[in-house]
C-alpha cells in the first residue's frame, strides 16, 4: 500500500488497544520495516477504507444510497463500487426493474 498526502494536516490521536494487538502491530512493523506510528497510520487506513465499504454496502441494500453517493462514501469509482457489489451479492436493484431492463435489452 502506498499513500501520498498533499496538504494534510495530521492530528496526534492517542489510544489504549490489549496486548495482543500491540503485539501484531509489532509483527507487522518488523515485517514491513515501519515505525509504529506509520504502523498504525497504515492500519488506522485499511480499517477505515474497509468501514466506508461496509458503511456503502449495507446503505445500498437497505436502499437509502444510490449506487453512486455508495461509490462516494466508499470513495471508489462506481464502476469498482458495482465489482464490490458483485462480489459482495448485494440486491440493490428491485426485481422488477431488473425484468424492465432485461424486456428492454431483448427487443
Given at each position: 500500500?502506498?499513500?501520498?498526502?498533499?496538504?494534510?494536516?495530521?492530528?496526534?490521536?492517542?489510544?489504549?488497544?490489549?496486548?495482543?494487538?500491540?503485539?501484531?502491530?509489532?509483527?507487522?512493523?518488523?515485517?514491513?520495516?515501519?515505525?509504529?506510528?506509520?504502523?498504525?497510520?497504515?492500519?488506522?487506513?485499511?480499517?477505515?477504507?474497509?468501514?466506508?465499504?461496509?458503511?456503502?454496502?449495507?446503505?445500498?441494500?437497505e436502499?437509502?444510497?444510490?449506487?453512486?453517493?455508495?461509490?462516494?462514501?466508499?470513495?471508489?469509482?462506481?464502476?469498482?463500487?458495482?465489482e464490490?457489489?458483485?462480489?459482495?451479492?448485494?440486491?440493490?436493484?428491485?426485481?422488477?426493474?431488473?425484468?424492465?431492463?432485461?424486456?428492454?435489452?431483448?427487443?
Open positions: 500500500m502506498q499513500c501520498i498526502h498533499r496538504d494534510v494536516t495530521e492530528v496526534t490521536v492517542s489510544a489504549r488497544i490489549p496486548k495482543e494487538m500491540e503485539e501484531e502491530v509489532e509483527t507487522l512493523m518488523r515485517e514491513e520495516h515501519l515505525e509504529k506510528s506509520a504502523a498504525l497510520r497504515k492500519l488506522m487506513h485499511l480499517g477505515l477504507e474497509r468501514y466506508r465499504q461496509e458503511r456503502a454496502l449495507r446503505l445500498l441494500a436502499r437509502k444510497a444510490t449506487l453512486s453517493r455508495a461509490a462516494e462514501i466508499a470513495k471508489l469509482s462506481i464502476w469498482e463500487m458495482l464490490l457489489v458483485r462480489e459482495r451479492r448485494i440486491v440493490w436493484v428491485d426485481d422488477d426493474v431488473i425484468e424492465d431492463v432485461r424486456a428492454v435489452l431483448r427487443r
